[in-house]
């Protein structure tokens, strides 16, 4: 403490840290956002490093605004560093700064909450990134003390070349979606209620005994939605059924949406409808795609995948970078029924174990698979797995995509008084009545699909009062943590709800 201007140095060093900082932040989230990191391995805490550098500015920020009230050769007060325009020095530089500080915080902020607000508010806010940067670089370049020296030049100049250059590859990619960047933007757990687009079967060939893979195509070979692995779509037939299905193409992919589709005997008609009727050529009615079954960063993987229940995995394998520790097992009853198992298996054969019980008479020992394992568990399949798998691993660890709902212990079915905040309509829902049903056939505009619980395609965000989930979705926890639950079987534990739509 013998130098005098010591936060006169403390203030500069961490302005100028705060700068590049937040330079870096914004550049790795529009690297991040815009895909061109993809093919990169990028472990689980390098996914992480946007908000870490985002908060270390923030801390930054906060500890040159301190710097700035300490020295005493400065001594701003705190009413200087806090509120626009009350300082006499550089009242506008001073001012952009001091505004620049209240978005980062925002942005800061909101990303903490991200999971409590809706997702086109945080995205949003977040865009305020570029402008506090912008505002951060005319602060720096006319209130700084070292402005005018040759070096703090240089800095100034690499700094906002990299923040022109990265927002401008941000601009760029952003116009290159189009206006499917609004799928990208709905949130895999906090969907939009999704708009059916006409789709063109591009080819519909079989890929195993009872398996037909289905590609669908823009008819003007428009650019699709981005879509993260786990996602479905929901195909609605000309009879009227919807039936969601998995994507099992590459994420990547733009131009086309692959499903495969296994037809099942007790299906309600939907998958032999399709096995008989849909040709390459036809036309079809396509929502989505939606995502329940999230891949969340992580530095090891083992997904466990059981006949169709391939597909989401494939597309998770798919999007994950080279250099990424996972392993796939994959079951079936034969490997005539597996699809995909022959290109997986020549592509991955150190991390694969196939399992075909044709092949191999003693069952799937998930014991021995499970136990040593500490890696994410990613499992699709058929109910008997999932319930095998999940009595095996802790919960934070399990990540599960059913295609049948769960069985779920509901109480008495009693009337709900349900207001809808944005419709501005109160009714009341009969015990015997979904809430869904109820929804519709009072105008609000929600859409239901599978009205089991499983496809999401129904979310709607709570406002007021307690929902009984009983779906099969996502977590409890997970759907009250979001605020969102799924009326086509859910109901209310309180009396009323309020329902933000
Ligand atoms: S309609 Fe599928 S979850 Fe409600």
């Not at 403490?1 to 140095?9: F, G, I, K, N, V």
């Not at 402005?147 to 800095?155: A, D, E, P």
């Not at 952003?174 to 591009?202: E, K, N």
């Not at 015990?431 to 009072?442: F, G, K, N, T, Y």
Request: overall charge neutral; aromatic content about 8%.
């Amino acid at each position: 403490m013998s130098d005098p201007h010591l936060w006169w140095y403390v203030s500069r060093a961490s302005a100028m840290i705060a700068w590049a900082l937040m330079t870096a932040s914004v550049l790795w989230g529009i690297l991040l956002s815009t895909r061109v990191m993809r093919r990169v391995d990028n472990p689980a805490w390098l996914q992480d490093l946007h908000g870490y550098l985002g908060g270390t500015s923030l801390v930054m920020v906060g500890l040159h605004m301190v710097s700035l009230m300490i020295d005493s050769w400065l001594s701003f007060t705190a009413a200087e560093v806090l509120v626009p325009f009350a300082t006499a020095f550089k009242p506008l530089p001073v001012a952009l700064g001091i505004l620049a500080f209240y978005l980062l915080v925002a942005v800061q902020g909101s990303s903490l909450l991200l999971k409590r607000l809706p997702r086109k508010f945080w995205k949003g806010l977040h865009y305020a990134s570029y402008a506090t940067l912008l505002l951060v670089s005319f602060h720096a370049g006319f209130s700084g003390t070292d402005v005018g020296s040759l070096w703090y030049k240089i800095v100034s100049i690499t700094l906002i070349s990299v923040a022109a250059i990265a927002v401008t590859l941000r601009i760029v990619a952003g116009r290159r979606g189009g206006s499917a960047r609004r799928t990208d933007a709905a949130p895999t757990s906090t969907p939009l209620q999704p708009i059916p687009r006409t789709m063109v079967v591009a080819s519909a060939t079989g890929l195993a005994d009872g398996i037909v893979g289905i590609r669908l195509e823009l008819p003007d070979w428009g650019v699709l939605p981005v879509w993260p692995p786990g996602s479905h779509i929901t195909l609605h037939l000309p009879s009227g059924l919807q039936k969601q299905y998995s994507l099992c193409g590459d994420p990547a992919n733009r131009n086309q949406y692959d499903v495969a589709v296994l037809r099942t005997a007790d299906s309600a008609g939907g998958s032999s409808w399709i096995h008989e009727n849909l040709v390459p050529g036809m036309s079809l009615s396509v929502s989505g795609p939606m995502n329940h079954f999230e891949l969340e960063p992580a530095a090891d993987y083992l997904f466990i995948a059981g006949g169709i229940g391939i597909t989401p995995i494939k597309a998770m394998i798919q999007s994950l970078p080279a250099g990424r520790a996972w392993k796939l097992v994959y079951a079936g009853r034969s490997r005539q029924t597996m699809a995909f198992v022959a290109e997986l298996e020549a592509q991955y054969p150190q991390r694969m174990i196939v399992h075909a019980s044709d092949e191999n008479l003693r069952g799937l020992d998930l014991d021995v698979i499970l136990g040593p394992s500490t890696a994410q568990i990613y499992c699709c399949g058929p109910e008997s797995l999932l319930n095998a798998v999940a009595a095996r691993v802790p919960a934070a660890r399990l990540h599960l995509e059913r295609f049948v709902p769960l069985e779920r212990m509901a109480r008495p079915a009693a009337p709900i008084q349900v207001a809808c905040r944005k419709s501005h309509l109160e009714f009341t829902v009969a015990a015997e009545e979904s809430l869904l049903d109820a929804l519709e056939s009072h105008g609000v505009p929600i859409l239901g699909s599978c009205r089991k619980g499983i496809c999401g395609t129904c979310e709607v965000r709570v406002a007021e009062g307690r929902p009984e989930h009983l779906d099969s979705v996502l977590d409890d926890t997970e759907k009250d943590a979001l605020g969102v639950m799924y009326p086509c079987v859910s109901r209310s534990l309180t009396p009323a709800l309020v329902l933000n739509i």
